[in-house]
């Protein structure tokens, strides 16, 4: 069974940048991987997900400033946010297949 593993959030100001990581073993099995994140109080939404034919797709809320990539050797997918804004902070997760990894939090201050 392919399990998500995320990693990289932290806390950052305004501006700022942060790369989170998801290390899945087997994702090549998986027709897409998504990045979602979870604000506090609000219901999780999806950010960017990636296809294993390189097709990426971006929310309108993150378009411009956060980048998704795939690094085929090392099993992960990265999601490189740029420009953050205290409306990113939240708990970001990695899906794969059918599967969520843990979560991983991202803070945004002003």
């Known amino acids: 069974q392919v399990q998500p593993v995320e990693s990289g959030g932290g806390t950052v100001q305004a501006g700022g940048s942060l790369r989170l990581s998801c290390s899945v073993v087997?994702?090549?099995?998986?027709?897409?991987i998504t990045w979602f994140r979870q604000p506090p109080g609000k219901e999780r939404e999806s950010v960017s997900s990636?296809?294993?034919?390189?097709?990426?797709v971006y929310s309108n809320a993150v378009q411009g400033r956060f980048t998704i990539s795939q690094d085929s050797a090392r099993n992960t997918v990265s999601l490189q946010m740029d420009s953050l804004e205290p409306d990113d902070t939240g708990t970001y997760y990695c899906?794969?297949?059918?599967?969520w990894g843990q979560g991983t939090q991202v803070t945004v201050s002003s």
């Open positions: 899906h794969a297949c059918t599967s």
């Open positions: 087997g994702f090549s099995s998986c027709n897409v």
């Open positions: 990636i296809t294993t034919s390189q097709i990426k």
